[in-house]
């Protein structure tokens, strides 16, 4: 079954730019002692997704979110849009998370293995196929 952005949560919510989210991602990283190392926007294979690699201490972690298609042509700015603001609430609960668990605990599916895949491109074959392939070399493949 395919996914839809208009189906899920942050569908045409609010009125601030993708990169404002990606922005405001990457700063609450930082206000949780992480380094930013990478961000990238791609499109490729059909699909377009979200690169966003970082660093704590000695770990490297790297999130490819993936663009769910919309149902009409005209909403594809709306579905990036929704991409980066679930790209953003997903990075701020780890963020949260990792005051209490850790940070290799609140973010180990984005841990970096020495592979240079992430334990979520490992384990889920789905998300693999959600995300453009390039973003998955982006991440040290």
């Given at each position: 079954?395919e ?5 899920l ?6 009125k601030s730019?993708a990169?404002t989210w990606?922005d ?11 380094k ?11 699909k377009e997704?979200?690169?966003l690699?970082?660093s ?10 993936p ?8 909403d594809?700015?709306a579905a990036?849009?929704?991409?980066a ?14 005051r209490?668990?850790?940070?290799r605990?609140?973010?180990m ?8 895949l ?9 998300y ?9 070399l982006?991440?040290?493949?």
């Amino acid at each position: 079954m395919e996914k839809y952005a208009d189906d899920l949560p942050y569908w045409k919510t609010g009125k601030s730019s993708a990169d404002t989210w990606i922005d405001k991602a990457k700063e609450e990283i930082r206000r949780a002692k992480g380094k930013i190392i990478t961000e990238a926007f791609a499109s490729s294979d059909g699909k377009e997704g979200y690169l966003l690699t970082f660093s704590f201490g000695e770990d490297s972690f790297s999130i490819q979110w993936p663009v769910l298609p919309a149902r009409a042509i005209k909403d594809a700015k709306a579905a990036k849009v929704q991409a980066a603001t679930m790209l953003y609430h997903d990075v701020k609960a780890r963020c949260v998370s990792a005051r209490v668990m850790g940070v290799r605990s609140a973010f180990m599916g984005y841990l970096l293995l020495e592979n240079g895949l992430t334990a979520s491109q490992v384990s889920n074959a789905e998300y693999m196929a959600l995300v453009p392939r390039v973003l998955m070399l982006g991440s040290g493949n």
